[in-house]
């Protein structure tokens, strides 16, 4: 069955960088374009951007550009998204999700999130 | 940016009620929509793509419609497990923009 398993949470300084991973498995990974969604707490969804696994190929959204990177091992089937220049208002949890295929960029399987929590 | 907006913010409902939420684009996105549910602590579970295609294993009490900029999602009898908080997502362009989300509380 398809699977994202993502790394765990982290605690980051001001200022620092995290990188985040997103191990699939149950179908080809180059096949099928992720993006990455965040959620502070209590709060709505937020796009982030997207990345095609066998091109490489990515797009951010505009609000994430110059601090965001996606990136990916195809080896091992996992993509990665690296925030840097961290401030307090990127504590969320951040969420991989694979897009379907069909029906434009819906998203059909997602990670079970990892909080990333910005604090002195 | 595509904006979306969802109403209500919030519903009470009970066990076997009809509930409708609404998701308006600020363009049109033809039939590019796809509906979420949250539940709490738990990642986003997909419910309708294309505006009106169930997703695999999604029971048949959730349905949804329209097309262009103005969309509905319909839970037909509402049950304990429903729930939650739902989305709307315009899958047309990027960025892929959600509505605010509803949530559909227990009356």
């Known amino acids: 069955q398809v699977q994202l398993v993502q790394s765990g949470a982290e605690v980051k300084k001001p200022g620092a960088s995290v990188k985040v991973s997103c191990k699939a498995s149950?179908?080809?990974?180059?096949?099928?374009?992720i993006n990455w969604v965040r959620q502070a707490t209590g709060q709505g969804l937020e796009w982030m951007g997207w990345?095609?696994?066998?091109?490489?190929?990515?797009g951010y959204a505009q609000k994430f550009q110059g601090r965001v990177t996606m990136t990916r091992n195809t080896s091992i089937s996992t993509a990665y998204m690296e925030l840097s220049s961290l401030r307090s208002e990127d504590t969320a949890v951040y969420y991989c999700a694979r897009v379907l295929g069909y029906g434009g960029n819906t998203l059909d399987y997602w990670g079970q999130g990892t909080l990333v929590t910005v604090s002195s | 940016d595509i904006q979306m907006t969802q109403s209500p913010s919030s519903v009470s409902a009970s066990v076997g009620d009809r509930v409708t939420i609404t998701c308006r684009a600020s363009?049109?996105?033809?039939?590019?929509l796809a509906w979420y549910q949250q539940k709490p602590g738990k990642a986003p579970k997909l419910l309708i793509y294309?505006?009106?295609s169930l997703q695999s294993g999604v029971p048949s009490r959730f349905s949804g419609s329209g097309s262009g900029t103005d969309f509905t999602l319909t839970i037909s009898s509402l049950q304990p497990e429903d729930f939650a908080t739902y989305y709307c997502?315009?899958?047309?362009?990027?960025?892929?923009?959600f509505g605010q989300g509803t949530k559909v509380e227990i009356k």
């Open positions: 990345m095609n696994p066998n091109s490489g190929n990515t």
């Open positions: 363009q049109g996105i033809s039939s590019w």
């Open positions: 997502q315009q899958a047309n362009s990027f960025p892929g923009t």
């Open positions: 294309a505006a009106s």
């Open positions: 149950g179908y080809t990974f180059t096949s099928y374009d």
